[in-house]
């Protein structure tokens, strides 16, 4: 059974410090995306990382993914209130399902 | 293009019942998942329906079932409820891309009292 592991669960934070929450398994993983979703709505797409060693930004946030597709990373620069939420890992098995990470709330405040 | 739509976005039943949910996926997707997501367990996969057949299936009972219309809508129905399966209900479609990216709708909420 694949799994993927997230960490941490929880993280409240200032406004303005850097944060990096982190996705591991044991399985190698043809892709793995990263999904924000606030209360009472779905989950979102930030992105997609396919190769190993792979690292993409966006805006304050990095992602990148290991070299091996077992683990990735979300890293947070000077984060800001609006990026509170819930950030989900979530990796493609080899029976074409996706697997998600328990997750990672995080609170960032003013 | 409308992302994908969910109604109804709230329920509340009772145990024993049973609750059909509806999903709307993104024109020109054709494949639909469903998820439930609580506090304890997390996102936990359900099934996949494309083009109107079952694909993947999830480590769920019986009484969890779905279906797959020729517009490529979706419902999901749970019968006999149990308080247990209060939870948030999502649904995801999928386009072509290989990267099994999904895009989900706004959930049902599910509350079994």
């Known amino acids: 059974t694949q799994l993927l592991e997230q960490s941490p669960q929880f993280l409240s934070i200032q406004e303005g410090e850097n944060l990096t929450v982190y996705c591991n398994s044991s399985?190698?993983?043809?892709?793995l995306q990263w999904y924000r979703q606030e209360p009472g709505e779905g989950p979102v797409l930030l992105v997609t990382?396919?190769?190993?060693?792979e690292v993409k930004k966006l805006k304050r946030l990095t992602f990148q993914f290991g070299d091996a597709r077992k683990d990735s990373s979300l890293h947070i620069t000077a984060a800001q209130p609006g990026d509170t939420g819930l950030y989900l890992c979530?990796?493609?098995?080899?029976?074409?399902?996706?697997?998600f990470g328990q997750g990672t709330t995080l609170q960032v405040k003013p | 293009k409308a992302g994908v739509t969910q109604t109804p976005r709230y329920l509340i039943k009772t145990r024993g019942q049973q609750v059909t949910l509806s999903c709307s996926p993104i024109?020109?997707?054709?494949?639909v998942s469903w998820y439930q997501q609580t506090p304890g367990q997390g996102l936990q996969f359900l099934f996949e329906?494309?083009?109107?057949?079952?694909?993947n299936k999830g480590n769920f009972p019986g009484r969890f079932s779905g279906r797959q219309f020729s517009n490529s809508r979706s419902e999901m129905n749970v019968s006999t409820l149990e308080l247990g399966d209060s939870a948030l209900y999502l649904c995801?479609?999928?386009?072509?891309?290989?990267?099994?990216?999904?895009?989900f709708g706004p959930g049902t909420r599910l509350t079994v009292l």
């Open positions: 024109s020109g997707h054709r494949s």
């Open positions: 990382v396919v190769t190993g060693g």
């Open positions: 329906y494309f083009s109107e057949t079952q694909r």
């Open positions: 399985s190698v993983f043809s892709s």
């Open positions: 979530a990796g493609s098995s080899n029976t074409g399902k996706l697997i």
């Open positions: 995801a479609s999928k386009g072509g891309s290989s990267y099994n990216e999904q895009f």
